[in-house]
């Protein structure tokens, strides 16, 4: 049965910042499809473990500030102690800081690398290392329309997702014929916490609205498939690539 294609018993699955938007969203899609799920993230999200641990599957929580490198490189290990090991990682944690580019500080630049890009290579190396040894397991970078166009105001978030792209592309590249499937998913313009100040801003909401040919902003179930598709079975012939679920903007 195809449907069964889609299921990742047994899988474990580790999310980065995986208690809000669309990480949250990611951890619930991939907790009902089968998966146990660890959390990486700066802060527990309790009410959420319930509901994770309620479907029967085991959850932990690992508290960690990934814009620190230090913290960053224990997080595998310290999935794999408790759970086992990691099958599945999807690269999500993020963060974007708002600026114009002739005032975009070297601080704001560098917390903006580390979190969005660095963290990611660093992260995907380790798992990496395990599912080679398996033969098998899927990574998923969370990539932007941003890391096809130039963005306004957004300069080191735009540059870390061209970098995603690119590091999604070469990491496939390696590993493919190894049994290692690397994708990503480019989302569009969400309604979560991270995209609020555009939300607020009733004149770029209408116009991102307008351009959108789905004419919405997206909700972060929407992603859900997507992740769940790149993480199991029925993908896996799916090699480098960069799933947009951004209704439509990308065509338009």
């Known amino acids: 049965m ?15 910042g995986g208690t809000r938007g669309i990480g949250r969203a990611f951890v619930t899609a991939l907790a009902e499809a089968g998966a146990d799920v660890a959390v990486a993230s700066r802060k527990p999200e309790k009410e959420f473990e319930t509901y994770v641990r309620s479907l029967g599957r085991r959850y932990m929580h690992h508290q960690a500030d990934l814009s620190r490198r230090e913290e960053t490189r224990l997080v595998v290990p310290a999935v794999t102690k408790v759970l086992g090991g990691v099958d599945i990682l999807v690269n999500n944690a993020g963060v974007i800081r708002r600026c114009a580019a002739a005032d975009y500080g070297e601080p704001e630049w560098d917390d903006t690398i580390e979190l969005d890009l660095s963290a990611a290579f660093i992260l995907s190396q380790a798992a990496g290392r395990l599912m080679l040894e398996k033969g098998r397991g899927k990574i998923i970078n969370i990539c932007s329309v941003l890391s096809f166009q130039g963005g306004i105001n957004v300069m080191g978030y735009t540059a870390a997702k061209h970098g995603m792209a690119g590091l999604t592309r070469a990491l496939a590249s390696e590993w493919a014929a190894r049994g290692v499937n690397v994708n990503a998913i480019a989302p569009g313009y969400i309604a979560t916490e991270l995209t609020e100040a555009l939300q607020m801003d009733t004149q770029r909401s209408k116009a991102l609205v307008d351009r959108t040919p789905a004419a919405r902003w997206g909700q972060p179930y929407d992603l859900a498939g997507a992740v769940v598709f790149l993480a199991s079975p029925a993908s896996d012939f799916v090699h480098g690539a960069i799933l947009s679920v951004d209704g439509g903007w990308l065509v338009r």
């Open 2 to 16: 195809i449907i069964d294609r889609f299921r990742i018993d047994g899988r474990v699955a580790l999310v980065t």
